[in-house]
């Protein structure tokens, strides 16, 4: 009921202004580089990255300087590591499940999942969000035999530099909405990890004031990273059996 209201109190404006953001603000291209890799030792972890343009690395250059990149480096520094991006701009969430139904079918053993942005902007409901993200996540354990799935959070929306106000309010409303539901979806599935709260600085974005820059990577590869490297008494172990 509240959205509603709102939507007829600010509707016209908020239409006005998503028109405007989305013919003023520069579309910036994907990441380039490998999107796969195998490297370092240790012991095996298959990895899946996969999501809209925060995944594939919009904001910066190359994969290198992307999350994908940056957590690849991180963690083979424990693991012997196989990494897979499967991700585009312009996503939302039903569509990242159909772009992930046509791939064929491959054992991971984790997969990180960047999806919700786009899902916002174009007024899905919470509860059908909710609803499609459940369905993505039983698509990513089916298909590719993942049984660990980390989950990021729609970002911070009202820090956004790229919205004007009161635009940028309201998809922060929204944003902070979704959140609260996938936090209690995640927390009655034991094979979900949530990331967050996601750091996001204005100054630290990139150009188009919408994606993270280089910077936001980084910090965004240390939080996965910390979640996925093996932990002491995992170190222990793997010591012991060599």
């Known amino acids: 009921m509240a959205d509603l209201l709102l939507k007829l109190i600010l509707g016209p404006l908020l239409l006005l202004q998503g028109w405007h953001t989305r013919r003023v603000t520069p579309r910036l291209p994907e990441a380039g580089g490998d999107r796969h890799g195998e490297q370092g030792s240790g012991p095996p972890l298959r990895l899946l990255i996969a999501g809209d343009s925060s995944a594939a690395g919009v904001g910066v250059t190359e994969q290198s300087q992307a999350l994908a990149g940056q957590l690849a480096e991180r963690l083979t520094r424990h693991y012997h590591l196989h990494w897979q991006l499967i991700a585009r701009s312009g996503l939302d969430t039903l569509e990242l499940a159909e772009l992930l139904q046509a791939e064929p079918p491959r054992q991971f053993d984790a997969a990180l999942l960047l999806v919700g942005v786009n899902d916002v902007t174009a007024s899905r409901s919470a ?116």
Do not use: S
């Open 127 to 242: 509860g059908a969000w909710l609803e499609a993200f459940e369905q993505l996540l039983e698509l990513v354990r089916n298909r590719f035999g993942v049984r660990r799935l980390i989950v990021f959070p729609v970002p911070p929306m009202h820090l956004f530099p790229a919205l004007p106000q009161p635009l940028r309010w309201y998809l922060g409303l929204r944003a902070r909405r979704f959140n609260q539901g996938l936090m209690e979806l995640v927390e009655r599935r034991p094979d979900c990890e949530l990331v967050g709260p996601l750091p996001l600085a204005g100054p630290l974005m990139a150009a188009d004031g919408f994606h993270p820059g280089a910077e936001i990577y980084t910090l965004w590869a240390d939080r996965v990273a910390a979640l996925l490297r093996p932990q002491p008494e995992q170190a222990f172990q793997q010591e012991k059996a060599t």
